[in-house]
Structure formats: C-alpha cells, structure tokens
C-alpha cells in the first residue's frame, strides 16, 4: 500500500480526484442535455433511454455473448 508522507500530498490526491469526478460528471451531463437538444426530446427522457433501454440491452448481449464464447471454448477443448 501507497504511504504519503505528508498529510499536504494526501489532501492534493484527494482534491484532484474530486476535480476528475466533477469534470467527468459534467461532460456527461452536458452530453446528454446537448442529445437531448439534437433529438428534441427531454434531458430525462435521454437518461431514461440511455439507463433504462441502452444500457440494459448492451450488459444482457455481454452476458449472451459471454455465455456463447464460454460454450465455444468448452467444445474446442473437449475436442
């Protein structure tokens, strides 16, 4: 494990990675406000297609195609 030694380093880590967080909270936000604009529909019915819908369907065709690849694997070593 990482020691710093001064308690200043540590503080200085923890304020960039507030900083990082912000920053990245705030493009995404002003991503899906600017979608929202270019598809005419709302901020929240953004987040809901992106959450709700996108989202969902990318992770249950990761898991298919986990599933398969695991399958395809098995049948290859059995040979």
């Known amino acids: 494990?990482?020691?710093?030694?001064t308690e200043n380093?540590?503080?200085e880590k923890k304020e960039l990675m507030k900083e990082i967080i912000q920053f990245i909270y705030n493009y995404c936000t002003d991503f899906?406000?600017?979608?929202?604009?270019?598809?005419?529909i709302t901020y929240y019915d953004v987040n809901a297609?992106?959450?709700c819908i996108i989202?969902?369907?990318f992770t249950i065709s990761l898991i298919f195609i986990y599933l398969m690849?695991?399958?395809?694997?098995?049948k290859l070593i059995k040979d």
């Open 55 to 57: 989202w969902p369907s």
């Open 49 to 51: 297609l992106i959450f």
């Open 9 to 11: 380093q540590l503080h």
């Open 32 to 40: 899906t406000i600017n979608l929202a604009n270019l598809l005419n």
């Open 69 to 74: 690849k695991k399958r395809q694997l098995k």
């Open 1 to 5: 494990m990482y020691q710093y030694s």
